[in-house]
């Protein structure tokens, strides 16, 4: 039974960004509809950054009022709240009103608002439950959480969003017949059907919990967990509170009781490296390099740009594959690791600057680069994040928490970074797919 538990913590992980991530995936097909156009992604950087308000206030309600939060209740509401997210926008996409004299896209721009809502508080709440499950369970998640970004983007894929081809622009009223034109090809399965399939995935993640919480099994596993000579008190589901052996935000540390080989708890120095690290890792990985993604590998061709988001998409869950069974918690290692996708990050901003015409443009070579260092970047810092979250696991719940609220920060600070350098002051320029020439 514990490989069902395994696959029930998994699914669990693939309801933590599966919304957010499936809609910056449509975009392509989101923009053309909306009133808005290519100013959609800007507004979105601007949802998500809202919505951490949620996250904002469970971190509160952990500090102000220890287990007044009922962890478990909180994720049964906003897997629900994830998926009837997901349904109203199957129909209500299209749908807009006049605000300011102008049209606005008022049901999606709402609509993604608690969808980002949802997916900023898991890092709050989706986390700290995992304290209530043995170690090996919080790898899982870890795997289930990148799955929630490469299950969206290969059926984007499959569906031709931002699929486009080159036309003659005689055929868009050019009577010179000199130029060419993008034009985007007709998507295989409509918008609709692509939000209803979020929306399973939410469902099937919010039926993954409510096992999790009421088999026998998974009973036994939390019931292995809970520490020695600590009553038992059942919570919402059959699950145990969680329990805090020793705060993390507490006095000097000292050698905690069951910990391996008698290891202490980390020092304050330890400790405020690992946050630095994961807020490093995270402002880079979700709110920095996202931005400029198009800007880096578009420029070398469509089939680059798809490469580096599918494969790049798939070094996440790998990464935290090989992690479940070489695991390795020496933080200069992960410094190490960090500094080296720290760099490869430094290549991609510099052909995203360097746009429409970053180095070897005209090569496979400067093709295979940009898709190569996009996957060993994100495969890096993915490996790092989880070994983070497995040391902040064995800290303690209020650990996780602030695990949870570190990469939302991190998060944060990376995309209001970049939304004015990309969308204000205009510092990255994107080349016209058909008609950008570059010399040499």
């Known amino acids: 039974m514990a490989w069902a538990i395994h696959a029930l913590v ?4 693939t309801g933590s960004w599966a919304a ?21 992604p800007s507004c979105l950087t601007v949802i998500i950054q809202l919505a951490n308000v949620g996250p904002l206030a469970v971190t509160l309600a952990h500090r102000l009022r220890p287990g007044w939060l009922d962890e478990v209740g909180a994720i049964y509401a906003l897997l629900g709240l994830g998926g009837l997210a997901c349904l109203l926008l199957a129909f209500l996409w299209q749908q807009t009103s006049v605000v300011g004299g102008h049209p606005r896209s008022t049901a999606l721009l709402a609509l993604l608002f608690f969808l980002a809502l949802v997916d900023c508080t898991s890092s709050v709440t989706f986390l700290p439950y995992m304290r209530r499950l043995p170690p090996q369970f919080l790898t899982t998640y870890f795997i289930g959480e990148g799955l929630s970004g490469l299950l969206p983007g290969l059926v984007a894929l499959g569906q031709g969003a931002g699929a ?12 010179t017949g000199t130029s060419l034109r993008a034009e985007y090809l007709e998507a295989r399965f409509s918008v609709r059907a692509f939000f209803l399939f979020l929306g399973g995935m939410m469902a099937t993640s919010l039926a993954a919990f409510v096992l999790l919480n009421v088999l026998p099994a ?9 520490p020695q000579g600590q009553p038992r008190v059942e919570g919402a589901g059959g699950a145990p509170p969680a329990v805090e052996e020793q705060p993390m935000m507490g006095p000097a540390p000292e050698p905690r009781k069951g910990r391996p080989l008698g290891r202490p708890t980390y020092s304050w120095p330890q400790m405020g490296f690992v946050f630095s690290l994961l807020a490093w890792v995270n402002g880079l990985t979700n709110g920095v390099l996202p931005a400029v993604q198009s800007y880096s590998c578009l420029p070398y061709g469509a089939p680059a740009y798809h490469l580096s988001a599918t494969l790049a998409a798939l070094a996440n869950p790998l990464a935290c594959f090989l992690g479940m069974f070489l695991p390795n918690r020496s933080l200069l290692l992960l410094g190490g690791l960090s500094l080296a996708g720290s ?4 290549y991609l901003l510099a052909t995203a600057a360097l746009s429409p015409c970053p180095p070897l443009v ?5 093709a295979g680069l940009v898709v190569v260092c996009w996957v060993l970047f994100v495969g890096l810092l993915s490996y790092v994040k989880l070994m983070i979250g ?3 696991r064995d800290e303690g719940h209020s ?8 990469v939302q920060l991190g998060s944060m600070v990376g995309a209001l970074t970049m939304f004015p350098l990309v969308s204000v002051y205009s510092l990255f320029r994107s080349g016209d797919a058909c008609n950008t020439r570059c010399p040499g």
């Open 10 to 13: 998994g699914l669990l992980g």
């Open 20 to 40: 957010i991530n499936g809609v910056w995936v449509e975009l392509p097909l989101l923009v053309p509809s909306a009133p808005e156009g290519w100013l959609l």
């Open 164 to 175: 486009l081809r080159c036309v003659n622009g005689s055929r868009a009223g050019n009577d």
């Open 218 to 226: 998974a009973r036994r596993e939390r019931a292995q967990e809970a």
């Open 343 to 346: 760099l490869f990050a430094s």
């Open 362 to 366: 005209h090569s496979p070579v400067g």
């Open 390 to 392: 497995v040391i902040l």
């Open 399 to 406: 650990a996780l928490v602030w695990c949870g609220a570190v």
